[in-house]
């Protein structure tokens, strides 16, 4: 496979911060193998991971060897601040059933299998770091970077020196030993030249390079890309939920696709070069197009399209598009029977509901006594007789009129019915 410049690529995708110099020399002399951590602490990665993700998956692209570390080890000391509710202290089970999620959703993005000279690998630090002590780990490791250096990191001292700082922990001030010694046993065993990460990831990169030059006897790379935030100030990967996740149990593909259909025009011409394979030519007529009619947001929907299809594939972004022309467009009852009960309550979320027996559905419920008293969506029966006069009640999408009796062949996925007033007043009946 010819090699592509990765730097070059990065740089007009808006992805690069930091780069060591000569590291583009360095790659475009032969296939070279590269790294970047991932925290193993959940069962599925989310969209804050898409980042280094899409690193790796582009350094593979331009024909070098990207390895996926799961820091199994760091995973056990749980996160060193004690800041975080997030990484919590996790027994080896627990972190080996994480890698392997997570390396289900890495394939998504990274070859491991084809047997091509540049497939990916996976790595866990744990697994040459268990036997490690911690007396072997001072002295084999620790003698060789002076207490100075660690000090003039300035994750060290924005840590020692911020006003509501409590001071830092002996296991965060060596955190950057234990990344730094990661790097220098890739680069031994696995000739891994390079680390990538975020941007404030440059300290505990750059102690692992200087690990290599001492220890090793030779030299690694570093490249950072940009924290990635929002045109507004807030993080990104964040939704009301909390994190978007690419497990669709935890985070359904309609909210998935939800979350980069909403981003805004800013966010949407930065995101596509960051978090597509799209080429160059084709991202750059998009923005074009897009800017000459901002309306159809253009840009949002084959951001969303490109990203749902990559991490769920083609048909569950299909039925997020038909999930979302639901609220949108012109939809029938079957449309609404297609969706599952996640779906279903994901595209309703926040819609008022009641609750019905089933026995009252199976006797046929009249839709007066369904819209009023049954469950309160109006107030009387005067009102609903009104409202389906005026033709504004539909059952499951569908206009109804006064003597119309809710049966169980209404019911979505044997449990659900929706009643509209007008175009956007909704309420569900659930069947219980």
């Known amino acids: 496979m010819s090699l592509k410049n990765?730097?070059?690529?990065l740089t007009w995708r808006g992805m690069i911060h930091d780069v060591m110099p000569e590291t583009e020399a360095h790659l475009m002399e032969s296939m070279r193998s590269?790294?970047?951590?991932?925290?193993?602490?959940?069962?599925?990665?989310?969209?804050?991971?898409?980042v280094p993700i899409m690193l790796l998956s582009f350094y593979q692209r331009c024909g070098h060897k990207p390895y996926a570390l799961v820091g199994g080890a760091t995973g056990m000391i749980g996160d060193p601040s004690g800041k975080s509710s997030e990484r919590n202290l996790l027994d080896e089970a627990t972190l080996r059933h994480n890698q392997?999620?997570?390396?289900?959703q890495l394939a998504q993005f990274l070859d491991f299998s084809s047997g091509a000279a540049n497939e990916a690998v996976l790595v866990n630090n744990y697994d040459w770091m268990k036997e490690f002590?911690?007396?072997?780990?001072?002295?084999?490791?620790?003698?060789?970077?002076?207490?100075n250096y660690m000090m003039a990191k300035d994750s060290v001292k924005s840590?020692?020196?911020?006003?509501?700082?409590?001071?830092?922990?002996?296991?965060?001030?060596?955190?950057?030993?234990v990344q730094g010694y990661d790097f220098l046993h890739l680069y031994k065993n696995h000739s891994c030249t390079l680390q990538m990460g975020g941007s404030d990831q440059w300290g505990n990169i750059t102690t692992g390079t200087e690990l290599i030059r001492r220890i090793g006897g030779g030299k690694g790379y570093a490249l950072t890309?940009?924290?990635?935030?929002?045109?507004?100030?807030s993080k990104f990967g964040k939704s009301e939920g909390g994190n978007v996740w690419l497990d669709a149990n935890r985070t359904s593909p309609y909210k998935f696709y939800q979350y980069w259909l909403n981003t805004s025009d800013e966010d949407a011409a930065k995101y596509i070069k960051i978090f597509t394979f799209l080429e160059r030519q084709t991202i750059e007529d998009?923005?074009?197009?897009?800017?000459?009619?901002?309306?159809?947001?253009?840009?949002?929907?084959?951001?969303?399209?490109?990203?749902?299809?990559?991490?769920?594939?083609?048909?569950?972004?299909?039925?997020?598009?038909?999930?979302?022309?639901?609220?949108?467009?012109r939809s029938t009852s079957e449309d609404l029977k297609k969706l599952d009960a996640k779906t279903f309550l994901d595209v309703f979320d926040g819609v008022p509901q009641a609750e019905v027996a089933l026995s009252e559905i199976e006797n046929g419920l009249d839709i007066i006594s369904a819209l009023a008293e049954v469950t309160g969506f109006l107030k009387s029966?005067?009102?609903?007789?009104?409202a389906l006069k005026e033709n504004s009640i539909s059952v499951n999408k569908e206009k109804v009129q006064e003597g119309y009796s809710i049966m169980t062949a209404d019911l979505i996925n044997g449990q659900f019915i929706l009643l509209q007033r007008g175009k956007k007043n909704y309420f569900i009946i659930k069947v219980v």
């Open 6 to 9: 990765f730097v070059e690529e």
């Open 34 to 50: 590269a790294y970047i951590g991932f925290d193993p602490t959940a069962d599925s990665l989310h969209i804050g991971n898409l």
């Open 100 to 104: 392997e999620c997570v390396r289900a």
């Open 133 to 147: 002590s911690f007396l072997d780990f001072i002295r084999d490791v620790g003698k060789h970077i002076t207490v």
């Open 159 to 177: 840590r020692l020196t911020g006003e509501s700082s409590d001071g830092m922990s002996f296991t965060e001030f060596t955190y950057q030993l």
């Open 225 to 233: 890309c940009p924290l990635i935030t929002k045109s507004d100030g």
């Open 286 to 329: 998009l923005i074009e197009s897009h800017q000459e009619a901002p309306h159809t947001r253009l840009l949002q929907k084959r951001l969303a399209e490109e990203v749902t299809t990559t991490v769920h594939g083609a048909e569950e972004l299909e039925k997020a598009v038909q999930a979302s022309s639901i609220l949108f467009g």
């Open 381 to 386: 029966n005067g009102e609903a007789r009104r």
